[in-house]
């Protein structure tokens, strides 16, 4: 968990800041998984911070966006254009955030400052944002 945390402050995720009036904060977990090499032993334990994007109200933004996705969608299934698919690992991490985003501080940080929360500069798996970054 230390390592994961010491990427994420290095990569200037996030920065402590006094919640602002009026926002609220989504949640964040820790997600443990443990890498198996192909006899069944353990290669490696894995720790990842996900954020509770489920608890994000979706911004006005982010609507336009899902709408322009239809659109395109549409307009391609009219034309006859063929759609393809890509998948890129790590996709999600490290996009620079446009929007005001914070999360609540876990409680592995080690620090219970009042109306403290992490402020995020970049996208984290489980963020709606996340995707567009």
């Known amino acids: ?13 996030w920065s402590l800041v006094t919640l602002p009036p009026y926002k609220q904060p989504i949640g964040c977990k820790w997600v443990y998984k443990i890498r198996l090499k192909a006899d069944g032993t353990v290669e490696r334990y894995k720790t990842r911070l996900v954020s509770k994007g489920y608890d994000q109200i979706e911004s006005i933004e982010l609507q336009k966006w899902s709408q322009l996705i239809c659109v395109l969608i549409s307009v391609a299934s009219l034309l006859g254009w063929y759609l393809h698919q890509l998948d890129i690992n790590n996709v999600f991490l490290h996009g620079d955030l446009t929007e005001e985003v914070y999360m609540s501080l876990s409680p592995s940080l ?24």
């Not at 968990?1 to 995720?13: G, S, Y």
């Not at 080690?110 to 970054?133: D, F, M, T």
């Open 1 to 13: 968990m230390q390592h994961e945390l010491n990427a994420l402050q290095a990569n200037n995720t």
């Open 110 to 133: 080690g620090r219970k400052e009042e109306n403290h929360v992490c402020k995020l500069h970049k996208s984290l798996y489980g963020l709606k944002h996340a995707s567009r970054q």
